[in-house]
């Protein structure tokens, strides 16, 4: 029995969920809380373990720069997919600039109450939310006039302006070329269709290898690898594993390997694991048990990995019943 047309036939569908992209998100995110866990458990935080120690490079620098840059991904499909529902493209703008004004205000929030002081405080979801808004303002701009202001940022930031990324708005542009780069991505994203994740991968590698050519090249005139203060050397860096991590992921399901459910769920309600951790993880140890004085390394980590899997499930969930905070 066929259904009769209707005022719902024609209705624009969306396009199936890019696994790549919610595994890239899945693999940040967790990263990223296991990073942070490891300060809220461990006594001693074993030096591999580490990160934001200045001019010294850890694993655990890296999350964070990877997920500033897949927002910029994400905004690409976020426009597209409001062009597809019929939107103006300022419309779609316009909502985006709301949802990352709403990131920020949710950021500081958060930080406000963590700190047990009122007050507009910056950090990591405001980083990511100012990012996302420059990038829609840029949204509409050839690629070659994205490419330009991503370079002249890093150019700016190659000395006297940086500073602490994470605590103030001025300090954070430096970052915004990694939501840049992830923008210029998201705008040859396959939208869906295998077919077309031949030619994403292939510019996916350019764009890593464009920006560790980049890196290398701060890096050999003297700027330092530096996360916290957001050097040019180490966004490059970071762009250019963003942008690898991108292609490997797309590479293994354009050759039909399937990414595990969990780790897309988690990906796909990647900001809400991330405001959980503040409430479900941050808050207790901040506020409830201010004198927690931590666990030895076994116990340690057997706590962190049983709280990264419980977050972990416990945002899934949400997001099965729609409570989730979309990218």
């Known amino acids: 029995m066929t259904r009769p047309a209707g005022a719902h036939s024609a209705a624009p569908t969306s396009p199936p969920r890019l696994a790549f992209l919610d595994t890239c998100r899945g693999l940040a995110v967790i990263s990223m809380l296991f990073a942070n866990f490891v300060n809220v458990f461990l006594h001693r935080v074993p030096r591999l373990l580490t990160h934001n120690y200045g001019d010294v490079l850890r694993p655990f620098d890296f999350p964070a720069p990877v997920f500033q840059f897949l927002i910029g991904v994400s905004l690409a499909l976020f426009l597209e997919k409001h062009a597809r529902l019929g939107r103006t493209a300022r419309g779609a703008k316009v909502a985006a600039l709301r949802r990352f004004a709403l990131l ?3 950021g500081m929030l958060l930080d406000c109450v963590g700190a047990l002081h009122v ?17 829609t303002l ?5 690629a070659e006039g994205v490419a330009g202001v991503a370079i002249a940022l890093l150019g700016c930031f190659s000395g006297a302006l940086n500073g602490e990324v994470h605590a103030n708005p001025i300090a954070a542009l430096a970052f915004v070329p990694l939501t840049l780069g992830g923008l210029l991505l998201g705008r040859v994203l396959p939208r869906g269709e295998r077919q ?15 920006a560790g050519a980049l890196a290398a090249a701060f890096y050999g005139v003297g700027i330092p690898f530096n996360k916290v203060l957001g050097t040019s050397s180490f966004v490059a860096l970071a762009a250019a594993l963003s942008a690898a ?9 354009h050759r039909g390997v399937r990414f595990p459910d969990w780790l897309r769920a988690v990906g796909g309600n990647a900001l809400t694991a991330w405001v959980l951790q503040y409430v479900l993880v941050y808050y207790p140890a ?10 030895p390394l076994v116990p340690g980590m057997v706590a962190i990995l049983a709280t990264t899997t419980a977050l972990s499930a416990f945002t899934v969930a949400l997001g099965r019943r729609g409570i989730r905070i979309p990218i």
């Open 104 to 106: 920020v205000l949710l």
């Open 119 to 135: 007050g507009l405080r910056w950090g990591v979801l405001q980083t990511l939310g100012l990012g996302g808004m420059i990038a």
């Open 138 to 142: 840029l949204a509409d701009a050839p």
């Open 196 to 210: 077309g994740l031949g030619r994403f991968i292939g510019y996916t590698a350019l764009l890593a290898l464009g």
């Open 245 to 253: 991590t991108l292609a490997v992921t797309a590479l293994v399901e």
């Open 286 to 295: 901040w506020i409830a048990f201010p004198s927690w004085r931590r666990l």
